[in-house]
């Protein structure tokens, strides 16, 4: 389970966000992030010195300083912290559970703060179950199949041994899917629905890019 979190209950009420577009945070997963923008910065000083717990939410459109903000998100609590010689801070975050945003908070803080529903993803709290019987064969066939079509290589040993949520949540936050995919990646209510999605966005993809399309970079 998250640390100290045993229950929805538990959680914090008002989050901080950062929205991000292309980057989602799931449960147990470890985000790392370099972080430069003042009112960030700001907000990593006001989480560290609190429950270190922020929000990783999606935009939506809108304007470029206060965009509309997708409908759910990851709370994260920072397990690793580092300042570099010029002011930034590079951190780590590690999920902890997801939320549905119910409202936000006027404050007078420079960045963001939502009210934060984690009734729904209460199970995300709860220790990774190893014995999943998710679709490994199929996923990793799909797997296979979108990285062949980027010229892209993965330790398959690690890939085929992995605990089925760390394979299927790596994957999730770590290949460059557009936003909404990413967004549907984290809504998927149980670890065997975002496989279901998964595997079906990457067969999509590749059969996209078999047909002529350019892939895009991987920073």
């Given at each position: 389970?998250?640390?100290?979190?045993?229950?929805?209950?538990?959680?914090?009420?008002?989050?901080?966000?950062?929205?991000?577009?292309?980057?989602?945070?799931?449960?147990?997963?470890?985000?790392?992030l370099?972080?430069?923008?003042?009112?960030?910065l700001?907000?990593?000083?006001?989480?560290?010195?609190?429950?270190?717990?922020?929000?990783?939410?999606?935009?939506?459109?809108?304007?470029?300083?206060?965009?509309?903000?997708?409908?759910?998100?990851?709370?994260?609590?920072?397990?690793?912290?580092?300042?570099?010689?010029?002011?930034?801070?590079?951190?780590?975050?590690?999920?902890?559970?997801r939320?549905?945003?119910?409202?936000?908070?006027?404050?007078?803080?420079?960045?963001?703060?939502?009210?934060?529903?984690?009734?729904?993803?209460?199970?995300?709290?709860?220790?990774?179950?190893?014995?999943?019987?998710?679709?490994?064969?199929?996923l990793?066939?799909?797997?296979?199949?979108?990285?062949?079509?980027?010229?892209?290589?993965?330790?398959?040993?690690?890939?085929?041994?992995?605990?089925?949520?760390?394979?299927?949540?790596?994957?999730?936050m770590?290949?460059?899917?557009d936003?909404?995919?990413?967004?549907?990646?984290?809504?998927?209510?149980?670890?065997?629905?975002?496989?279901?999605?998964?595997?079906?966005?990457?067969?999509?993809?590749?059969?996209?890019?078999?047909?002529?399309?350019?892939?895009?970079?991987?920073?």
């Amino acid at each position: 389970m998250a640390q100290g979190y045993i229950k929805a209950a538990d959680l914090p009420q008002v989050i901080p966000v950062l929205p991000l577009s292309g980057t989602i945070l799931l449960p147990r997963g470890q985000l790392p992030l370099n972080i430069f923008e003042p009112r960030y910065l700001n907000m990593i000083d006001d989480a560290m010195a609190a429950d270190r717990m922020i929000g990783m939410i999606q935009p939506l459109g809108g304007p470029v300083d206060l965009p509309v903000l997708s409908p759910v998100g990851c709370a994260g609590r920072i397990t690793n912290f580092a300042e570099t010689s010029d002011g930034r801070y590079l951190i780590t975050l590690t999920g902890c559970a997801r939320f549905r945003v119910t409202g936000e908070l006027s404050t007078q803080t420079p960045y963001r703060h939502v009210r934060a529903d984690f009734s729904a993803f209460e199970s995300d709290l709860a220790s990774p179950r190893e014995d999943l019987d998710i679709d490994r064969e199929t996923l990793l066939e799909a797997l296979r199949a979108y990285l062949e079509s980027r010229g892209l290589e993965v330790d398959w040993d690690t890939a085929a041994g992995a605990p089925p949520e760390a394979l299927v949540n790596s994957l999730s936050m770590a290949l460059p899917f557009d936003p909404p995919e990413k967004q549907a990646l984290i809504e998927a209510i149980s670890l065997m629905d975002r496989c279901a999605v998964l595997t079906a966005l990457m067969r999509i993809d590749a059969a996209d890019t078999g047909d002529g399309e350019t892939p895009p970079s991987i920073q």
